[in-house]
């Protein structure tokens, strides 16, 4: 009877990491494309909220570009660790260790994302004194994510897959 329970742990477990790898490891990893692009359309989210809010503040008050943009880069960050912090609370975790989960989370993420988003803004002609109701801010704002996007999905494929990252709050996922 213990041999048999023996074997029947042994293939939970197997069973188990499987699932925790979320399918055959390629390259040294254990994340898929797919993982790492929800993992990142879930951090462009958080962050084209941010950029957006922070860009329509700004503008209303009048601001000029940097503290337009740092209030944009701020916003970013709170927003996408704010979703990330919304799902993990959901699982019953108390809001400190929210935090640590959404700080370990998406900091290298985000901290990519605004960095080639702003960056294209900051390279386009024109993209940074370009205002609201201009065709062009709305252009390099999307390309600007879109480009961000494809940076950063290969960074959260290999922190996903060195269990760091949104490896990170899987484990909360039920």
């Known amino acids: 009877m213990d041999h048999e329970h ?16 979320h399918g055959p490891s390629h390259g040294g990893t254990g994340a ?10 879930h951090c462009l989210t958080g962050c084209a909220i ?10 209303a008050f009048g601001w000029g570009n940097l503290p337009t943009t740092l209030l944009a ?8 660790y704010a979703l990330t912090m919304r799902g993990v609370l959901k699982a019953g975790v108390d ?5 640590r989960v959404a700080l370990a ?16 803004i900051l390279v386009w002609p024109a993209a940074m004194d370009a205002q609201l109701g201009d065709a062009l801010f709305w252009i390099s704002l999307a390309i600007s994510l879109v480009l ?15 269990g760091k990252g ?5 484990q909360y996922h039920h």
Do not use: C, Y
């Open 73 to 80: 880069i701020v916003l970013a960050f709170f927003f996408g």
């Open 148 to 162: 961000a996007f494809i940076v950063t999905t290969p960074v959260n494929k290999w922190t996903i897959g060195r």
């Open 50 to 59: 941010g950029e957006v809010l922070g860009m329509v503040v700004g503008t």
């Open 95 to 99: 809001l400190r260790t929210a935090l």
């Open 6 to 21: 023996t074997a029947h742990t042994h293939e939970q477990h197997t069973a188990h990491a499987a699932h925790e790898t």
């Open 32 to 41: 898929s494309w797919t993982m790492a692009a929800q993992a990142t359309l």
């Open 166 to 170: 949104h490896a990170v709050v899987h």
């Open 105 to 120: 989370a998406d900091t290298l993420s985000i901290a990519v994302m605004e960095l080639i988003d702003n960056g294209t």
